[in-house]
């Protein structure tokens, strides 16, 4: 099996920080792509930001230029730092991945989810 486990939400005040991270254990290979995926209230499910195994990031133009993905291969390891936070991004961090297991298979995971709010 494959486990992501996502850390770091919180209660913040608009303009401040927050830093998410996603561990990801279990029979691993290799990982792919990692992202992170967010959804408000009364919303749906929407990528924030995207970074493969070649370190190119992409993001929702929403976040660019406050938030940074970075991933840690050595840990499997998955960062997500947040500046000048505003209450429309209050939601539910997902951590996802595509890992390849020493079985061969691939697939895709996702954390349980951390909340995110940010208060004004």
């Known amino acids: 099996q494959v486990q992501l486990v996502e850390s770091g939400g919180g209660l913040v005040q608009a303009g401040g920080s927050l830093r998410l991270s996603c561990a990801a254990s279990?029979?691993?290979?290799?990982?792919?792509?990692m992202a992170w995926y967010r959804q408000p209230p009364g919303k749906q499910r929407e990528l924030v930001a995207v970074?493969?195994?070649?370190?190119?990031?992409n993001y929702a133009d929403s976040v660019k230029g406050r938030f940074t993905i970075s991933r840690d291969n050595a840990k499997n390891t998955m960062y997500l730092q947040m500046n000048s936070l505003k209450p429309e991004d209050t939601a539910v961090y997902y951590c996802?991945?595509?890992?390849?297991?020493?079985?061969?298979?691939?697939?895709?995971?996702w954390g349980q989810g951390t909340q995110v709010t940010v208060s004004s």
């Open positions: 996802n991945a595509v890992v390849v297991r020493y079985s061969g298979h691939m697939g895709d995971y």
């Open positions: 279990g029979s691993i290979f290799s990982i792919n792509s």
């Open positions: 970074i493969n195994s070649g370190d190119n990031r």
